[in-house]
């Protein structure tokens, strides 16, 4: 059984910085420093604060020094990029494990939180056979449904036509995955309408329009 501990979602630093300037990396720094500094929500820090003041000066220095284009110049400035975030991050994670999962004294120490949006569940598109095809013995038919992405499972009904082309009784089979299935106990050269319908969050789908197959 879920405890109401186990229920509360941990508080998670933002911490990466894949595709980030150099001069955000900076920013997120300084803005990580200041919120710490004399902060006595987190008193015992993983490194001595003037370690992270000292990298962070350095890193700001070196960016200067890098707009020349200089390969040197940008091989140590991006050595002192890598030396910030992990310095950054070490921090990011003791300040989550401090907080005590409380927002407001979370957000004192300068880092963003990261944000979990649950994306609604979208319609299913109108379901299809990707094939219809004879089976390897008389009366079998074997199908083939389109899969798509959020479907939990297929309907597919088939019946016999009629005097007229009117369908008889339908029978329905549900399929849990896209993959080819044969029916068997078909009427020879009978002629079949086959339908399908899609299964997902929000429901099933419409049926598909007829797809008519005579059986060897």
């Not at 339908?170 to 020879?188: A, D, F, Q, R, Y």
Request: hydrophobic share 40%; net charge positive; aromatic share 8%.
């Amino acid at each position: 059984m879920a405890t109401i501990k186990n229920l509360i979602k941990k508080i998670k630093a933002k911490l990466g910085f894949h595709g980030v300037s150099d001069v955000d990396v900076l920013k997120a720094g300084n803005t990580a420093y200041d919120g710490v500094l004399s902060n006595t929500a987190f008193p015992n820090l993983p490194f001595p604060l003037p370690v992270f003041r000292q990298a962070l000066d350095s890193f700001s220095a070196l960016i200067v020094d890098a707009e020349d284009g200089g390969k040197k110049s940008i091989s140590a400035k991006n050595k002192q990029r890598a030396e910030v975030i992990r310095l950054y991050t070490l921090l990011g994670h003791y300040v989550e494990a401090t907080c005590n999962n409380d927002p407001a004294t979370f957000n004192t120490s300068g880092f963003t939180a990261v944000i979990k949006t649950k994306t609604a569940p979208q319609p299913l598109a109108p379901a299809k056979f990707s094939s219809i095809d004879r089976g390897p013995n008389s009366g079998q038919t074997v199908v083939k449904v389109e899969n798509q992405n959020g479907a939990v499972a297929f309907d597919v009904h088939y019946a016999l036509e009629g005097t007229g082309g009117v369908p008889g009784p339908w029978t329905l089979m549900t399929l849990t995955s896209s993959k080819k299935v044969t029916i068997s106990g078909l009427t020879p050269a009978g002629t079949y309408q086959f339908q399908v319908r899609a299964l997902g969050k929000l429901g099933y789908t419409d049926w598909s329009p007829s797809m008519t197959f005579i059986v060897a």
